[in-house]
């Protein structure tokens, strides 16, 4: 069974950190590009960042940029995204993705709050 299981989210303060974390299974991770998307309350899916299947390739939304920063470890099978300098808007529903969208996580909830 292909799946994907996001960790790590929460709440947190304003200017705080937090590591997502993805486990992927099911199929051949390390051949994949893979993705963070969000979705912020009443709002649509925003990509947040894209590593290539090896890892030397990221790209971030204009909104993420020199505050979090995506890693995958392709001998684990996990995907990560360490988010640094939280914002409020930030806060939402953070999935891990198949590039292509075929399998996306359940999700986990990041909130910032004061």
């Known amino acids: 069974e292909v799946q994907l299981v996001e960790s790590g989210g929460g709440l947190v303060q304003p200017g705080g950190s937090l590591r997502l974390s993805c486990a992927a299974s099911g199929f051949v991770f390390r051949a994949n590009t893979m993705k963070w998307v969000r979705q912020a309350p009443g709002k649509g899916l925003e990509r947040v960042s894209t590593i290539s299947s090896g890892g030397g390739v990221t790209d971030y939304a204009d909104s993420v940029k020199g505050r979090f920063s995506i890693s995958r470890d392709n001998a684990k099978n996990i995907l990560y995204l360490q988010m640094n300098s939280l914002k409020a808007e930030d806060t939402g529903v953070y999935y891990c993705?198949?590039?292509?969208?075929?399998?996306r996580g359940q999700g986990t909830q990041v909130t910032v709050s004061s």
């Open positions: 993705a198949r590039f292509d969208d075929s399998t």
